[in-house]
């Protein structure tokens, strides 16, 4: 099998299972396990397990003490998502509130041209007006029966994850996608366990089911999707990884209709389309693009 089929598949899979995370979300409420208990118990065995697997495979870490002070610094930006995320998930669908948080490229686009380090081209306002006209589809029209503060806390989510990306290219050249990764879900448990403290629901679990849960958004929603992404953007170009990367939110709005008997809603169908096309715009390579801009965008 060539070796740019074997990563378009590894790419694959690993969204699939990014696409997994609002599903046990909603699971994890639905049995009453705390946020402050499944998050930073998330965190803290996905980095016990990525960490052991970086020594015995060899991978690099940060290289200076400035790497390592921005990828822990961009742990505490990927909580806010996180946290921000997880909090819609209390007011909308695990699919609607993926959807949104997929609009994080317009974000980057916008703070490109803002801040003058990338031209607004036609392709990149093709993206951001299809990705607004999607978003507008999917809750202008069914909005009586859509939360507003979840969708703002879902936008939230997705200016975090713009942020965090933005940040995570600026040192994507000094330190590897892994070593990057490694940093930040160190910086990432460390910021969620105080916020579990601060919450007071910092515990362990004692049912069995709330363990499942735990359990599986470790294993399907972290450490494999982050290892299989890492092995597929090594065989693949960045804009196709970006693009194939947009099943996420497919996934998440099926396994919602049939795990949760989510809505699937007309205008879910045509403003979701509208906004994954937008992304797949926003994805496309540009002249300026480099090969490695875009390897750090994973959960």
Not at 153 to 165: K, P, Q, R, W
Not at 228 to 246: C, D, K, M, N, P
Request: aromatic share 8%; with cysteine.
């Amino acid at each position: 099998m060539r070796d740019a089929t074997l990563g378009a598949i590894f790419v694959l899979i690993a969204a699939a299972g990014f696409g997994t995370i609002g599903i046990f979300g909603e699971l994890a409420a639905i049995v009453d396990l705390e946020l402050a208990a499944l998050l930073p118990i998330r965190f803290a065995f996905a980095t016990i397990i990525i960490t052991l697997l970086a020594v015995i495979r060899d991978w690099s870490l940060p290289p200076t003490r400035r790497e390592w002070v921005i990828t822990l610094g961009l742990g505490g930006i990927y909580t806010a998502m996180t946290l921000l995320f997880f909090f819609s998930l209390r007011s909308l669908t695990a699919g609607l509130a993926t959807i949104v948080l997929y609009t994080y490229p317009i974000f980057l686009v916008a703070f490109s041209v803002v801040l003058q380090t990338e031209t607004m081209t036609p392709q990149k306002l093709v993206a951001l007006t299809t990705t607004i006209l999607g978003v507008i589809i999917v809750i202008g029209i069914d909005s009586p029966n859509i939360d507003s503060f979840g969708i703002l806390l879902s936008l939230g989510a997705a200016l975090c994850y713009a942020i965090y990306t933005m940040g995570s290219r600026s040192v994507v050249t000094q330190a590897t996608p892994q070593g990057l990764t490694i940093g930040v879900l160190i910086g990432t448990t460390v910021t969620m366990i105080g916020y579990g403290v601060i919450d007071g629901g910092l515990s362990l679990p004692r049912e069995q089911t709330h363990w499942g849960i735990i359990l599986g958004i470790v294993i399907f929603s972290t450490v494999l999707p982050h290892i299989l992404f890492y092995q597929g953007v090594s065989r693949l170009e960045a804009s196709r990884v970006g693009i194939i990367s947009t099943i996420e939110p497919v996934v998440t709005v099926i396994l919602g209709v049939i795990f949760l008997n989510e809505a699937l809603t007309i205008p879910i169908i045509i403003g979701g389309g509208f906004v994954l096309i937008g992304v797949v715009f926003a994805q496309r390579p540009s002249g300026r693009s480099s090969p490695q801009s875009d390897l750090s965008e994973s959960h």
